[in-house]
């Protein structure tokens, strides 16, 4: 397994397991990119035999960060890929300045709910039909020291 930051190059393919892991509205490679020029854009993410088995990316704004998407092939789940992506993005955003990282995740999503709060973050509120299929999001906060 092997860990390194995006490349424009990767966006293709990041868009392609994007589809895989997520059926309503993934990210598509020009929302992807856009993101990525942004300049406040982190990524980072695992391979194996270079194909890319998880990613995951922040946003940083002054003293805040927002986890924006993460995700793991589904062969690759439930073996840590997850939670090394998050701490390598979590360790970016202290780099960067950020204080505080915030991320949104849907109430049905336990898996990635126990990660979270097992890393530290805590429920903050609740966005009533957040998603486009109505389920809520929590929204949760971490306190990077």
């Given at each position: 397994m092997n860990g390194r930051e995006w490349t424009f190059q990767d966006l293709g393919a990041i868009a392609e397991l994007e589809k895989e892991c997520?059926?309503?509205?993934?990210?598509?490679?020009?929302?992807?990119?856009?993101?990525?020029?942004?300049?406040?854009?982190?990524g980072s993410l695992?391979?194996?035999?270079?194909?890319?088995?998880?990613?995951?990316?922040i946003t940083v704004t002054e003293d805040e960060a927002e986890l924006v998407m993460i995700a793991t092939a589904e062969m690759y789940r439930r073996c840590g890929r997850a939670k090394k992506i998050l701490e390598?993005?979590?360790?970016e955003a202290k780099k960067?300045?950020?204080?505080?990282?915030?991320?949104?995740v849907r109430v049905s999503n336990s898996s990635a709910l126990m990660m979270y709060l097992k890393d530290g973050f805590s429920g903050i509120y609740a966005r009533s039909r957040y998603y486009p299929d109505?389920?809520?999001?929590?929204?949760?906060k971490k306190e990077l020291i």
């Amino acid at each position: 397994m092997n860990g390194r930051e995006w490349t424009f190059q990767d966006l293709g393919a990041i868009a392609e397991l994007e589809k895989e892991c997520f059926s309503i509205e993934p990210w598509n490679v020009r929302m992807l990119a856009e993101s990525f020029l942004s300049g406040r854009f982190f990524g980072s993410l695992l391979e194996e035999e270079d194909v890319i088995t998880a990613y995951g990316a922040i946003t940083v704004t002054e003293d805040e960060a927002e986890l924006v998407m993460i995700a793991t092939a589904e062969m690759y789940r439930r073996c840590g890929r997850a939670k090394k992506i998050l701490e390598d993005l979590e360790e970016e955003a202290k780099k960067r300045g950020a204080k505080k990282l915030f991320l949104e995740v849907r109430v049905s999503n336990s898996s990635a709910l126990m990660m979270y709060l097992k890393d530290g973050f805590s429920g903050i509120y609740a966005r009533s039909r957040y998603y486009p299929d109505g389920e809520d999001a929590i929204v949760m906060k971490k306190e990077l020291i």
